[in-house]
């Protein structure tokens, strides 16, 4: 007798459980979201580029200290100045700091010189702001002095720019007058050059060399096959040179590929080259050539450009993808698709229930889709709505809170 009743209070037990565990499901079903946002995926070829440009070397043999006009990537006209020549290091000195004063009293300036609250772009400098606090974070934290009071500067050249554009009064004249005093002083006892260095050509200063300068200049693109790319070694730049110049006309981009990849190109196509280069993401680039090895098992392509600037001239071989295919549209994970009659969907949480809403796949990504981007109303996906990943017992209508 007493058995049976452990037994029923145990039955009595399991079956409350269930019920309160059913009755807490149905009134408390946990679900969790992530908005639908619009997204560019490409679909493309990775490659690595290697960047062949017409090079001139610049040489300098002059005794005495030199100070660079330009500055490295910087642009420079035929026969421009490079570089002066001083006979000691205090003029380059003085006129680092001549310089520097030039770009503080440029800076002060245009801060005072603000009128218009309204025609101030405020995103921008908002977005600069950040830029140079993240820059003065990082200098502070690898002890980089030199990186830290620059970026220090910038940083409260923007803080005052910011405070100029919201209509602030910040009292800068007498700064200004102190230091266009010093900049006077400089500028008076400053020596004459000995000597100047001028570029042969028109185009990019770059003041490092790696050697394959003599290699790559002046090349035919019938030249750059798989063996010459294979047995490309650079070789040390003897004698007194400090840099070269980029000319800025066409360059080519050459990728070594298998022969298989390189039937998907055809000579004269225009493409998009997407790159880690913070100035140039994408290169529009065109097919020049495509030269079969030997062997007729490899390929190289070259691609023409004829956009350069400071960051590409510095650059000789970087990671790059060839896109083929662009596809955009609104982003979700895939582990949101549901399949309801038949029909692809998401479900998309509206105010106090779920609906299920049908889309149309347009590309599809390791974890994520991309859903084609309707503009007519009514039941279709938008964006930055909120997509179910994650819940139990869904269906069309089900209220969740």
């Known amino acids: 007798m007493k058995g049976t009743k452990i037994i029923r209070g145990i039955a009595i037990s399991i079956i409350a459980i269930f019920v ?28 690595t580029g290697l960047i062949i440009r017409n090079e001139t070397l610049v040489v300098n043999d002059n005794s005495g200290v030199l100070h660079f006009v330009i500055g490295d990537g910087g642009r420079v006209s035929k026969d421009g100045v490079i570089a002066n020549v001083y006979s ?53 934290s690898t002890f980089n002095y030199s990186d830290f009071l620059k970026s220090s500067e910038a940083l409260l050249s923007v803080v005052n720019r910011k405070q100029a554009a919201l209509g602030v009064e910040i009292d800068l004249s007498s700064q200004l007058q102190s230091l266009k005093t010093e900049l006077e002083s400089l500028n008076s006892h400053l020596p004459n050059a000995k000597a100047s260095i001028n570029a042969e050509k028109s185009g990019y200063f770059v003041s490092k060399t790696d050697g394959y300068e003599h290699i790559f200049s002046n090349l035919n693109a019938d030249d750059i096959t798989c063996e010459f790319l294979s047995n490309a070694t650079s070789k040390e730049n003897k004698g007194n ?9 066409e360059w080519c981009i050459a990728a070594e590929v298998s022969v298989d ?86 479900y998309v949480e509206t105010g106090m229930q779920v609906e299920f809403v049908p889309v149309n796949i347009i590309y599809t990504g390791k974890d994520f889709i991309i859903c084609e981007k309707q503009t007519e109303n009514g039941n279709v996906l938008k964006l930055y709505d909120r997509v179910v990943v994650k819940g139990k017992n869904l269906y069309d209508g089900k209220i969740i809170g």
């Open 20 to 47: 309160i565990h059913q009755a807490f499901s149905a009134i408390y079903n946990p679900i969790k979201t992530e908005n639908a946002v619009f997204y560019t995926a490409t679909d493309g070829l990775k490659i």
């Open 88 to 140: 000691n290091e205090s003029s380059s000195i003085t006129l680092s700091r001549i310089n520097t004063l030039n770009e503080k009293i440029k800076d002060i300036e245009d801060i005072l010189s603000y009128n218009d609250v309204d025609a101030v772009n405020l995103d921008l400098i908002n977005s600069k702001f950040e830029d140079k606090v993240n820059e003065t974070i990082l200098a502070a």
């Open 241 to 249: 040179i400090i840099g070269k110049i980029v000319s800025d006309y």
């Open 261 to 346: 990849e390189s039937l998907n190109f055809k000579e004269g196509e225009s493409l998009i080259l997407e790159t880690p280069i913070k100035t140039s993401p994408k290169l529009p680039v065109t097919v020049k050539q495509i030269n079969i090895s030997e062997s007729l098992e490899k390929a190289v392509i070259l691609f023409s450009c004829n956009q350069m600037n400071s960051e590409l001239a510095v650059t000789r071989s970087s990671p790059m993808t060839v896109i083929k295919s662009e596809y955009s549209g609104l982003k979700v994970p895939k582990k949101a698709l549901r399949v309801v009659n038949s029909v692809r969907g998401v």
